[in-house]
Protein backbone atom coordinates (compact mmCIF):
# COMPACT_ATOMS: atom_id res chain seq x y z
CA UNK A 1 0.00 0.00 0.00
CA UNK A 2 1.11 3.37 -0.92
CA UNK A 3 0.79 6.31 1.71
CA UNK A 4 0.70 9.59 -0.53
CA UNK A 5 1.44 13.00 2.06
CA UNK A 6 0.67 16.37 1.18
CA UNK A 7 2.98 19.28 2.60
CA UNK A 8 3.26 17.89 6.09
CA UNK A 9 6.10 19.55 8.85
CA UNK A 10 9.71 18.38 7.87
CA UNK A 11 13.06 18.89 8.96
CA UNK A 12 16.02 17.10 7.28
CA UNK A 13 18.79 15.74 8.92
CA UNK A 14 21.08 14.60 7.04
CA UNK A 15 20.96 13.91 2.85
CA UNK A 16 23.60 12.24 0.66
CA UNK A 17 24.01 12.34 -3.05
CA UNK A 18 22.71 9.50 -4.88
CA UNK A 19 23.15 8.48 -8.66
CA UNK A 20 24.04 11.46 -11.37
CA UNK A 21 21.35 13.88 -9.95
CA UNK A 22 19.29 12.76 -7.01
CA UNK A 23 19.44 12.90 -2.99
CA UNK A 24 18.65 11.01 -0.67
CA UNK A 25 17.37 12.57 2.75
CA UNK A 26 17.02 11.35 5.87
CA UNK A 27 14.26 13.43 7.30
CA UNK A 28 12.07 14.10 10.64
CA UNK A 29 8.74 14.36 9.62
CA UNK A 30 5.94 15.37 12.20
CA UNK A 31 3.43 12.78 12.04
CA UNK A 32 5.18 10.07 9.89
CA UNK A 33 8.95 10.24 12.17
CA UNK A 34 12.53 9.44 10.81
CA UNK A 35 11.75 8.81 7.06
CA UNK A 36 14.05 8.25 3.65
CA UNK A 37 13.13 9.81 1.07
CA UNK A 38 14.77 10.08 -2.18
CA UNK A 39 15.01 13.62 -3.99
CA UNK A 40 15.16 12.52 -7.96
CA UNK A 41 16.96 15.49 -9.79
CA UNK A 42 17.34 17.40 -6.60
CA UNK A 43 20.94 18.23 -8.16
CA UNK A 44 20.42 19.34 -11.24
CA UNK A 45 20.83 23.20 -12.11
CA UNK A 46 17.75 24.23 -12.77
CA UNK A 47 16.12 21.84 -9.45
CA UNK A 48 13.29 24.16 -7.76
CA UNK A 49 14.27 22.02 -4.64
CA UNK A 50 18.02 23.17 -5.06
CA UNK A 51 18.96 24.97 -2.05
CA UNK A 52 16.09 23.51 -0.01
CA UNK A 53 16.86 20.10 0.51
CA UNK A 54 19.41 21.67 3.81
CA UNK A 55 19.20 20.76 7.26
CA UNK A 56 18.18 23.00 9.75
CA UNK A 57 15.72 24.69 7.30
CA UNK A 58 11.80 24.86 8.49
CA UNK A 59 10.08 22.99 5.21
CA UNK A 60 6.79 21.72 4.04
CA UNK A 61 6.96 17.91 2.11
CA UNK A 62 4.98 16.16 0.07
CA UNK A 63 5.48 12.55 -0.59
CA UNK A 64 4.54 8.69 -1.51
CA UNK A 65 5.97 6.04 0.75
CA UNK A 66 6.05 2.64 0.60
CA UNK A 67 8.37 0.07 2.01
CA UNK A 68 11.21 1.66 2.97
CA UNK A 69 12.34 4.42 0.67
CA UNK A 70 9.93 7.26 0.02
CA UNK A 71 9.97 9.38 -2.96
CA UNK A 72 9.61 13.61 -2.63
CA UNK A 73 6.86 14.78 -4.87
CA UNK A 74 7.23 18.26 -3.76
CA UNK A 75 9.20 20.55 -0.70
CA UNK A 76 8.38 24.32 -0.08
CA UNK A 77 10.18 26.29 2.28
CA UNK A 78 8.44 26.47 5.72
CA UNK A 79 8.35 29.46 8.33
CA UNK A 80 10.71 30.04 11.02
CA UNK A 81 13.92 28.72 9.77
CA UNK A 82 16.84 29.30 12.89
CA UNK A 83 20.10 31.23 11.82
CA UNK A 84 22.42 28.68 13.04
CA UNK A 85 26.20 29.32 12.63
CA UNK A 86 29.31 28.73 14.34
CA UNK A 87 29.03 26.35 17.66
CA UNK A 88 24.91 26.53 17.19
CA UNK A 89 25.65 24.91 14.00
CA UNK A 90 28.05 22.25 15.38
CA UNK A 91 25.33 21.40 17.62
CA UNK A 92 22.51 20.87 15.19
CA UNK A 93 24.65 18.18 13.52
CA UNK A 94 25.38 16.59 17.09
CA UNK A 95 21.61 16.48 17.19
CA UNK A 96 21.02 15.08 13.95
CA UNK A 97 23.74 12.26 14.62
CA UNK A 98 21.82 11.67 17.80
CA UNK A 99 18.23 11.16 15.75
CA UNK A 100 19.54 9.34 12.90
CA UNK A 101 21.29 6.91 15.43
CA UNK A 102 19.18 6.50 18.16
CA UNK A 103 15.28 7.27 16.47
CA UNK A 104 14.05 4.13 14.89
CA UNK A 105 12.33 4.84 11.13
CA UNK A 106 9.07 5.08 10.40
CA UNK A 107 7.42 5.28 14.15
CA UNK A 108 5.18 8.80 14.28
CA UNK A 109 7.15 11.08 17.35
CA UNK A 110 5.20 14.72 17.22
CA UNK A 111 5.96 15.08 20.54
CA UNK A 112 9.71 15.13 19.94
CA UNK A 113 9.18 17.06 16.13
CA UNK A 114 7.53 19.46 18.29
CA UNK A 115 10.85 19.35 20.56
CA UNK A 116 13.12 19.56 17.89
CA UNK A 117 11.48 22.47 15.95
CA UNK A 118 11.75 24.29 19.66
CA UNK A 119 15.34 23.43 20.27
CA UNK A 120 17.06 24.96 17.07
CA UNK A 121 16.64 28.13 18.32
CA UNK A 122 17.48 28.11 21.49
CA UNK A 123 20.92 26.72 19.74
CA UNK A 124 21.49 30.18 18.36
CA UNK A 125 21.64 31.46 22.21
CA UNK A 126 24.89 31.07 24.47
CA UNK A 127 22.55 30.93 27.63
CA UNK A 128 19.79 28.39 26.77
CA UNK A 129 21.97 26.56 24.55
CA UNK A 130 23.24 23.54 26.96
CA UNK A 131 19.68 23.06 28.91
CA UNK A 132 17.71 23.01 25.80
CA UNK A 133 19.98 20.55 24.68
CA UNK A 134 20.34 18.67 27.94
CA UNK A 135 16.28 18.75 27.81
CA UNK A 136 16.54 17.20 24.39
CA UNK A 137 18.58 14.60 25.13
CA UNK A 138 15.87 13.51 27.69
CA UNK A 139 13.38 13.79 25.18
CA UNK A 140 15.30 11.43 22.97
CA UNK A 141 15.20 8.73 25.53
CA UNK A 142 12.08 8.79 26.42
CA UNK A 143 10.59 8.68 23.16
CA UNK A 144 12.81 5.46 22.30
CA UNK A 145 11.49 4.12 25.43
CA UNK A 146 14.34 3.65 27.16
CA UNK A 147 14.85 6.80 29.95
CA UNK A 148 15.37 5.93 33.29
CA UNK A 149 13.63 7.02 36.40
CA UNK A 150 16.31 9.74 37.26
CA UNK A 151 14.44 10.03 40.84
CA UNK A 152 15.04 6.76 42.08
CA UNK A 153 17.98 4.94 43.05
CA UNK A 154 18.48 1.95 40.59
CA UNK A 155 19.29 -0.92 43.29
CA UNK A 156 16.91 0.09 46.20
CA UNK A 157 14.19 1.99 44.98
CA UNK A 158 15.22 4.84 47.65
CA UNK A 159 13.63 8.76 46.24
CA UNK A 160 17.08 9.86 45.25
CA UNK A 161 18.14 12.28 47.82
CA UNK A 162 19.29 16.04 46.54
CA UNK A 163 22.69 16.23 48.32
CA UNK A 164 23.51 12.67 48.14
CA UNK A 165 26.24 11.25 45.62
CA UNK A 166 25.50 8.53 42.96
CA UNK A 167 26.56 6.95 39.91
CA UNK A 168 25.70 5.36 36.71
CA UNK A 169 26.80 1.36 36.60
CA UNK A 170 24.24 0.28 33.68
CA UNK A 171 21.69 2.16 31.82
CA UNK A 172 18.90 1.80 34.60
CA UNK A 173 19.90 4.61 36.59
CA UNK A 174 21.60 6.15 39.23
CA UNK A 175 23.11 4.02 42.14
CA UNK A 176 23.98 6.09 45.36
CA UNK A 177 27.43 5.78 46.73
CA UNK A 178 29.59 6.65 49.49
CA UNK A 179 30.63 9.94 48.31
CA UNK A 180 32.52 12.29 45.73
CA UNK A 181 34.29 10.54 43.12
CA UNK A 182 35.46 11.22 39.32
CA UNK A 183 32.13 9.27 38.50
CA UNK A 184 29.65 9.85 40.73
CA UNK A 185 27.35 12.76 41.01
CA UNK A 186 25.32 15.03 43.49
CA UNK A 187 21.73 13.68 43.50
CA UNK A 188 20.04 17.60 42.57
CA UNK A 189 21.99 17.21 38.98
CA UNK A 190 19.56 14.08 38.52
CA UNK A 191 16.46 15.77 39.80
CA UNK A 192 17.39 18.22 37.29
CA UNK A 193 17.47 16.18 34.72
CA UNK A 194 14.45 14.70 35.54
CA UNK A 195 12.77 17.36 36.15
CA UNK A 196 13.58 19.28 32.76
CA UNK A 197 15.00 22.09 35.11
CA UNK A 198 18.21 22.36 34.01
CA UNK A 199 20.00 26.08 33.55
CA UNK A 200 16.66 27.41 35.56
CA UNK A 201 17.53 29.79 37.64
CA UNK A 202 16.37 27.58 40.72
CA UNK A 203 18.89 24.98 40.44
CA UNK A 204 22.36 27.19 40.44
CA UNK A 205 24.48 24.67 42.15
CA UNK A 206 28.08 25.91 40.10
CA UNK A 207 28.95 22.69 37.91
CA UNK A 208 25.64 21.80 37.34
CA UNK A 209 25.56 22.21 33.77
CA UNK A 210 29.22 20.65 33.07
CA UNK A 211 27.61 17.19 35.40
CA UNK A 212 24.66 17.22 33.11
CA UNK A 213 26.48 16.85 29.84
CA UNK A 214 28.23 13.87 31.62
CA UNK A 215 25.66 12.26 33.02
CA UNK A 216 23.72 12.15 29.53
CA UNK A 217 26.60 12.11 27.71
CA UNK A 218 27.08 8.11 29.96
CA UNK A 219 23.59 7.70 29.28
CA UNK A 220 23.21 7.94 25.58
CA UNK A 221 26.79 6.36 25.58
CA UNK A 222 24.74 3.17 27.10
CA UNK A 223 22.30 3.29 24.11
CA UNK A 224 24.83 4.34 21.28
CA UNK A 225 26.96 0.68 21.87
CA UNK A 226 30.81 0.81 21.06
CA UNK A 227 30.36 3.36 18.20
CA UNK A 228 30.49 7.37 19.84
CA UNK A 229 28.80 10.04 18.26
CA UNK A 230 31.39 12.01 16.15
CA UNK A 231 29.93 14.84 16.52
CA UNK A 232 30.07 14.89 20.20
CA UNK A 233 34.15 13.96 19.65
CA UNK A 234 34.35 17.35 17.63
CA UNK A 235 32.00 19.34 20.34
CA UNK A 236 34.62 18.64 23.05
CA UNK A 237 37.35 19.53 21.58
CA UNK A 238 36.04 22.31 19.90
CA UNK A 239 34.84 23.54 23.67
CA UNK A 240 37.94 22.40 25.65
CA UNK B 1 37.41 -19.73 -11.09
CA UNK B 2 38.99 -15.92 -12.24
CA UNK B 3 37.15 -12.94 -13.34
CA UNK B 4 36.72 -12.61 -16.82
CA UNK B 5 38.38 -9.37 -18.43
CA UNK B 6 34.49 -8.15 -19.17
CA UNK B 7 33.40 -8.62 -15.97
CA UNK B 8 36.63 -6.43 -14.22
CA UNK B 9 36.26 -4.12 -17.21
CA UNK B 10 32.56 -3.66 -16.11
CA UNK B 11 33.41 -3.80 -12.10
CA UNK B 12 36.13 -1.26 -12.86
CA UNK B 13 33.65 1.10 -14.64
CA UNK B 14 31.40 1.81 -12.05
CA UNK B 15 33.99 3.54 -9.88
CA UNK B 16 32.95 6.48 -11.40
CA UNK B 17 30.25 8.30 -9.93
CA UNK B 18 26.31 8.08 -10.95
CA UNK B 19 27.62 4.44 -13.23
CA UNK B 20 25.21 1.71 -12.35
CA UNK B 21 25.59 -1.25 -14.37
CA UNK B 22 23.62 -0.52 -17.29
CA UNK B 23 25.49 2.57 -17.97
CA UNK B 24 29.19 0.77 -17.38
CA UNK B 25 27.28 -1.96 -19.96
CA UNK B 26 26.99 1.08 -22.30
CA UNK B 27 30.18 2.28 -21.91
CA UNK B 28 31.76 -1.16 -22.18
CA UNK B 29 29.95 -2.43 -25.27
CA UNK B 30 31.04 0.79 -27.09
CA UNK B 31 34.94 1.02 -26.15
CA UNK B 32 35.49 -2.67 -27.61
CA UNK B 33 33.08 -2.40 -30.14
CA UNK B 34 33.61 1.16 -32.19
CA UNK B 35 36.44 2.90 -30.24
CA UNK B 36 39.25 0.36 -29.59
CA UNK B 37 41.57 3.24 -30.21
CA UNK B 38 40.22 5.41 -27.85
CA UNK B 39 40.18 2.14 -25.50
CA UNK B 40 43.67 2.21 -25.41
CA UNK B 41 44.50 5.65 -25.56
CA UNK B 42 42.08 6.10 -21.98
CA UNK B 43 43.86 3.33 -20.46
CA UNK B 44 47.06 4.62 -21.31
CA UNK B 45 46.14 8.23 -20.14
CA UNK B 46 44.53 7.28 -16.84
CA UNK B 47 47.47 5.20 -16.00
CA UNK B 48 49.82 8.20 -16.75
CA UNK B 49 47.35 10.48 -14.53
CA UNK B 50 47.37 8.05 -11.29
CA UNK B 51 50.97 7.48 -11.60
CA UNK B 52 52.11 11.18 -12.16
CA UNK B 53 49.39 13.80 -10.75
CA UNK B 54 49.78 14.22 -6.95
CA UNK B 55 48.86 17.15 -4.88
CA UNK B 56 50.46 20.31 -4.09
CA UNK B 57 52.90 20.56 -1.06
CA UNK B 58 51.76 24.11 -0.11
CA UNK B 59 47.69 24.36 -0.96
CA UNK B 60 46.52 20.80 -2.22
CA UNK B 61 45.76 21.22 -5.40
CA UNK B 62 46.52 18.95 -7.98
CA UNK B 63 49.67 19.16 -9.95
CA UNK B 64 52.60 16.94 -11.30
CA UNK B 65 55.26 18.54 -9.29
CA UNK B 66 56.03 19.76 -5.72
CA UNK B 67 53.81 22.74 -5.91
CA UNK B 68 51.10 23.83 -8.34
CA UNK B 69 51.53 26.51 -10.87
CA UNK B 70 49.43 29.10 -8.38
CA UNK B 71 51.75 28.45 -6.16
CA UNK B 72 55.12 27.94 -7.69
CA UNK B 73 54.02 31.46 -9.56
CA UNK B 74 56.00 34.42 -8.70
CA UNK B 75 53.68 37.23 -10.39
CA UNK B 76 51.35 35.51 -7.69
CA UNK B 77 50.80 37.74 -3.97
CA UNK B 78 50.90 35.87 -0.96
CA UNK B 79 49.31 37.88 1.35
CA UNK B 80 45.97 36.91 0.13
CA UNK B 81 44.63 33.33 0.19
CA UNK B 82 41.64 31.85 -0.99
CA UNK B 83 40.15 29.10 0.25
CA UNK B 84 38.17 26.66 -1.89
CA UNK B 85 36.04 23.16 -1.38
CA UNK B 86 37.99 21.70 -4.36
CA UNK B 87 40.25 21.54 -7.54
CA UNK B 88 37.22 22.34 -9.92
CA UNK B 89 36.30 26.13 -7.51
CA UNK B 90 39.90 27.15 -8.51
CA UNK B 91 39.51 26.45 -12.28
CA UNK B 92 36.05 28.64 -12.02
CA UNK B 93 37.63 31.43 -10.05
CA UNK B 94 40.70 31.55 -11.98
CA UNK B 95 38.03 31.99 -15.38
CA UNK B 96 35.76 34.03 -14.04
CA UNK B 97 37.82 36.88 -11.64
CA UNK B 98 40.87 38.60 -11.76
CA UNK B 99 42.18 37.30 -8.47
CA UNK B 100 46.37 36.94 -8.03
CA UNK B 101 46.85 35.78 -4.64
CA UNK B 102 47.13 32.47 -3.85
CA UNK B 103 44.89 29.27 -3.10
CA UNK B 104 44.18 26.39 -0.34
CA UNK B 105 42.27 23.43 -1.32
CA UNK B 106 40.25 21.71 1.28
CA UNK B 107 39.24 18.42 -0.95
CA UNK B 108 36.09 18.32 0.76
CA UNK B 109 34.25 20.32 3.20
CA UNK B 110 33.62 19.38 6.99
CA UNK B 111 30.97 16.99 7.21
CA UNK B 112 30.39 16.01 11.26
CA UNK B 113 27.66 13.31 10.24
CA UNK B 114 29.87 11.51 7.39
CA UNK B 115 32.43 11.79 10.04
CA UNK B 116 34.70 14.11 7.42
CA UNK B 117 36.60 16.47 10.57
CA UNK B 118 39.15 19.02 10.38
CA UNK B 119 42.05 16.62 10.18
CA UNK B 120 40.55 14.98 6.95
CA UNK B 121 40.75 18.94 4.87
CA UNK B 122 44.47 19.03 5.40
CA UNK B 123 43.84 21.95 7.82
CA UNK B 124 46.98 21.29 10.08
CA UNK B 125 48.60 21.71 6.89
CA UNK B 126 46.95 25.51 6.40
CA UNK B 127 47.40 26.29 9.72
CA UNK B 128 51.45 25.86 9.75
CA UNK B 129 50.73 27.99 6.48
CA UNK B 130 48.80 30.69 8.69
CA UNK B 131 51.59 30.71 11.16
CA UNK B 132 54.44 31.01 9.03
CA UNK B 133 53.47 33.09 6.32
CA UNK B 134 53.00 36.92 5.99
CA UNK B 135 49.13 35.94 5.38
CA UNK B 136 46.68 39.42 5.33
CA UNK B 137 43.05 38.15 4.25
CA UNK B 138 41.64 34.69 4.07
CA UNK B 139 38.96 34.93 1.40
CA UNK B 140 36.46 31.96 2.22
CA UNK B 141 34.78 30.44 -0.99
CA UNK B 142 33.37 27.41 0.15
CA UNK B 143 29.78 26.08 -0.34
CA UNK B 144 26.68 27.77 0.71
CA UNK B 145 25.67 24.53 2.26
CA UNK B 146 25.16 23.91 6.05
CA UNK B 147 28.58 21.68 5.38
CA UNK B 148 29.87 25.21 4.09
CA UNK B 149 28.81 27.25 6.72
CA UNK B 150 30.66 24.77 9.59
CA UNK B 151 33.78 24.37 7.79
CA UNK B 152 33.30 28.86 7.19
CA UNK B 153 33.19 28.81 10.92
CA UNK B 154 36.32 26.81 11.84
CA UNK B 155 38.15 28.52 9.18
CA UNK B 156 37.56 31.93 10.74
CA UNK B 157 38.48 30.80 13.92
CA UNK B 158 41.79 29.59 12.56
CA UNK B 159 42.38 33.56 11.21
CA UNK B 160 41.36 34.80 14.23
CA UNK B 161 43.87 32.81 16.33
CA UNK B 162 46.66 34.46 13.55
CA UNK B 163 45.21 37.86 13.47
CA UNK B 164 44.30 37.56 9.71
CA UNK B 165 41.73 39.37 8.07
CA UNK B 166 38.81 37.00 6.78
CA UNK B 167 36.31 37.45 4.03
CA UNK B 168 33.59 35.19 2.97
CA UNK B 169 32.25 35.44 -0.80
CA UNK B 170 29.22 37.17 -1.04
CA UNK B 171 26.03 35.33 -1.93
CA UNK B 172 22.78 36.97 -3.16
CA UNK B 173 20.84 37.41 -6.29
CA UNK B 174 22.09 35.38 -9.21
CA UNK B 175 22.98 38.52 -12.44
CA UNK B 176 20.02 38.66 -14.36
CA UNK B 177 17.68 36.67 -11.85
CA UNK B 178 14.26 38.38 -11.00
CA UNK B 179 13.76 38.75 -7.23
CA UNK B 180 9.88 37.36 -7.40
CA UNK B 181 11.56 33.80 -8.78
CA UNK B 182 15.31 33.74 -6.26
CA UNK B 183 14.54 31.53 -3.40
CA UNK B 184 13.49 32.75 0.05
CA UNK B 185 16.67 31.92 1.69
CA UNK B 186 18.91 33.14 -1.01
CA UNK B 187 16.91 36.50 -0.82
CA UNK B 188 17.66 36.47 2.70
CA UNK B 189 21.22 36.09 2.53
CA UNK B 190 21.41 38.98 -0.10
CA UNK B 191 19.17 41.05 2.18
CA UNK B 192 21.31 40.87 5.06
CA UNK B 193 24.21 40.90 3.16
CA UNK B 194 23.08 44.55 1.14
CA UNK B 195 25.63 46.87 0.27
CA UNK B 196 25.47 50.38 0.16
CA UNK B 197 25.01 52.01 -3.58
CA UNK B 198 28.27 53.25 -5.26
ZN1 LIG C 1 49.63 24.85 -4.89
Known amino acids: ?17 WRESSVILD ?60 LALWCGFYVNELLIRLLPRQEPAPELFDAYTGLLPKLADPEHRAPALRRFEMAV ?21 AGGWYRLVDETGPVRTSGPGPESWEGQVFLA ?10 VGKPGLQRDARK ?17 RKLLDREES | MSVSALEELLEALRCLPGVGQRTAQRMCMHLLERDREGAGRLARALELAVERIRRCDQCRNFTENTLCRYCASERRRGDVLCIVESPADILAIEQATGFDGR ?41 TTVEGEATAHYLKRMADRNGIAVTRIAQGVPL ?5 YTDRSTLAHAFSGRQPVR
Not at chain 1, 193 to 202: C, T
Request: charged share 25%; proline share 5%; with cysteine.
Open chain 1, 1 to 17: MTLRVSLTPCWILHRRA
Open chain 1, 27 to 86: ALTRDHGRISLVARGARRPRSSWRGLTEPFRALQASFSLRGEMGTLTGLEAGDGSPKLQG
Open chain 1, 193 to 202: LAGGQIGSKA
Open chain 2, 176 to 180: GGELE
Open chain 2, 103 to 143: YFVLLGRLSPLDGIGPEDLGLDLLARRLEAEQVRELIIATN
Open chain 1, 141 to 161: LYETGVAPDLTRDAKTGEPVA
Open chain 1, 215 to 231: IMGRLLAFHLGDKPLYT
